[in-house]
């Protein structure tokens, strides 16, 4: 599985690794068990500071996608059966979301249809 | 002016460097990770006549500066040792800057026709998940160890005679291992989606540079043990370098060549999978062989294409490091100067009633006469086998010498000296020419 690092998006470097991940355990490409790069690789690989992964490490096994430590390396988890919620952070991201729908002067009604759409084509995969 | 057997040896050595480094040139003109002459084109343009004239024009003008540098390298083989050395140390320098200039050129005009144009290729850098995950196998950089005691040996059996050797090649031995231990860590190869294809050409580039590294300096260790057989037991010259050198060249070339087929490799795969994700940093990259990046932390920075390393001259540390660099480069030619200079000052020997003293350029040997047990005249100049640490040019032998008749000896002569003494005290036998 690919991460891309775009330097030129607004979107911080940390939270654009952390998105791609949680993309990636949401289509399959990383299974539950799987062992993540060491920071230093990762930081090494992408050219980006050690602190930048550890941030991005530390959001995702807060958020409980992965787990691990230091000595160990970190590892996938199996995504929570229940309870079936969104994290605050993606609770964040949603708002976000639908300012930007509301602004662009979008219908709830067609705000809901792109929502349904995208999670569909990513149930699909 | 005469034709001159090592300086033909020595031409054609200096030759094959110019060779190699016009094939790596002529290779920057194809599309690799989608740069080409240190500009990156996006996929869709790559095949843009505007885009193939400039490297037509490119491989034709590399091709005629290297038809004339090459031909400049010729009359070298007819200079006596000293003036050769002047001569190949400016060619040498020239060289290196004058091929440059169609590859600086080409870079130039890429990135007029890209800013003209609004190419612009995305900001983004791809790693792959897995791979970076993966703890490759490669032969460790500690290997060389072994290497670098070897190299020690002859300090203890030839004892201070073979300071500088010894010295010399556990100081390659050890810049090998850093560089080693620095390639080791540079990042993965992603070229494409498929994590087995990435994870199989890393590992083979990985692996390959790790053997040509360990199996250098196995070849220098080799080295200082055939030195020390050549001192001690009869060994000629010319069969020892052999013995050292081809395999080393066979090596290079060999790792050589498989770079270049991973290249190529890497090259076919990017076009085909990673489309324009190639990172653009074409702004940071100056004639595309300079880094200067204020906002990269990073001193050390790997090149976009190919396994070689530069530094970040936006760091301090960067700035003295292409310094000094430049300035050793600019003394190349004054090094030769010096040699050929230095050839022509005269080798002066005064005999007193106190002592013996050899000068040239600073007092050599200062051999008080109480010390000396014997002296007897020789007509012809000794026969030398090996030098030790000295020098023998044209003109000029001094230093410490293994001669056919004395063994080891320290030797003070010009090739036109008349009569040679040999002088012998309770610990060393000195040839002096008159």
């Known amino acids: ?125 | 002016m005469k034709f001159s057997l090592y300086s033909l040896f020595m031409t054609i050595l200096m030759w094959s460097g110019l060779l190699f480094q016009y094939v790596f040139m002529l290779n920057e003109a194809k599309f690799k990770k989608n740069i080409v002459l240190g500009v990156t084109i996006p996929v869709s343009y790559q095949n843009d006549d505007i885009i193939k004239n400039v490297l037509e024009k490119f491989k034709k003008t590399l091709l005629i500066t290297f038809i004339i540098l090459s031909l400049l390298a010729i009359p070298a083989c007819f200079l006596e040792m000293s003036l050769f050395l002047f001569y190949i140390m400016i060619w040498l320098m020239a060289a290196i800057i004058i091929l440059y200039i169609p590859y600086v050129k080409g870079n130039l005009r890429l990135k007029k026709i890209k800013a003209e144009k609004g190419w612009k290729g995305p900001k983004a850098k791809a790693a792959d998940l897995k791979l970076s995950a993966i703890d490759i196998k490669t032969p460790s950089p500690y290997w060389s160890i072994v290497p670098l005691i070897i190299s020690l040996i002859p300090l203890f059996l030839l004892d201070k005679l073979a300071y500088i050797l010894s010295f010399t090649t556990a100081g390659s031995i050890l810049l090998i291992m850093i560089l080693h231990l620095i390639i080791d860590k540079r990042r993965s190869d992603v070229v494409s989606e498929i994590t087995d294809i990435n994870i199989a050409l890393t590992t083979i580039r990985r692996r390959i540079w790790s053997y040509m590294f360990i199996g250098c300096n196995a070849f220098l260790a080799l080295y200082s043990i055939l030195f020390v057989v050549s001192v001690k037991v009869e060994m000629s010259p010319l069969l020892m370098n052999i013995l050292v050198f081809a395999p080393t060249i066979l090596l290079l070339v060999f790792v050589m060549y498989l770079e270049l087929k991973l290249r190529h490799k890497q090259a076919e795969y990017t076009q085909k999978n990673m489309g324009d994700s190639v990172i653009d940093e074409d702004d940071y990259w100056y004639f595309g062989m300079f880094y200067f990046n204020p906002n990269d932390n990073r001193f050390m920075i790997p090149n976009r294409v190919g396994s070689n390393t530069t530094v970040n001259i936006a760091k301090p540390a960067g700035k003295v490091v292409m310094i000094t660099t430049a300035l050793i480069f600019i003394m190349m030619p004054f090094l030769g100067g010096f040699i050929w200079y230095t050839d022509k000052l005269p080798m002066q020997v005064k005999m007193t009633d106190e002592a013996i003293v050899c000068t040239h350029i600073k007092v050599n040997y200062n051999i008080p006469m109480e010390e000396v047990n014997s002296i007897t005249v020789i007509s012809k100049p000794p026969v030398i086998i090996t030098k030790i640490v000295g020098s023998a040019t044209d003109k000029v032998f001094k230093g410490t010498f293994k001669l056919e008749e004395y063994g080891i000896c320290e030797i003070f002569y010009s090739r036109d000296a008349k009569q040679f003494y040999v002088v012998k005290t309770d610990d060393t036998t000195y040839i002096i020419g008159k």
């Open chain 1, 1 to 125: 599985m690919l991460i891309c690092i775009d330097y030129e998006s607004e979107t911080p470097i940390y939270l654009q690794i952390r998105n791609q991940i949680v993309m990636g355990i949401a289509d399959g490409e990383l299974s539950e068990g799987e062992k993540l790069p060491t920071i230093r690789s990762l930081a090494n690989d992408l050219g980006v500071n050690m602190m930048t992964v550890s941030k991005a490490y530390q959001l995702l096994k807060a958020e409980s996608f992965i787990y691990g430590d230091r000595r160990n390396g970190v590892t996938v988890k199996k995504p929570p059966e229940s309870p079936k919620s969104l994290s605050t952070q993606s609770l964040e991201n949603l708002k976000l979301v639908a300012t930007d729908a509301k602004l662009a002067g979008l219908s709830l009604e067609d705000f809901i249809l792109t929502c349904k759409s995208i999670y569909e084509k990513e149930d699909a995969q």
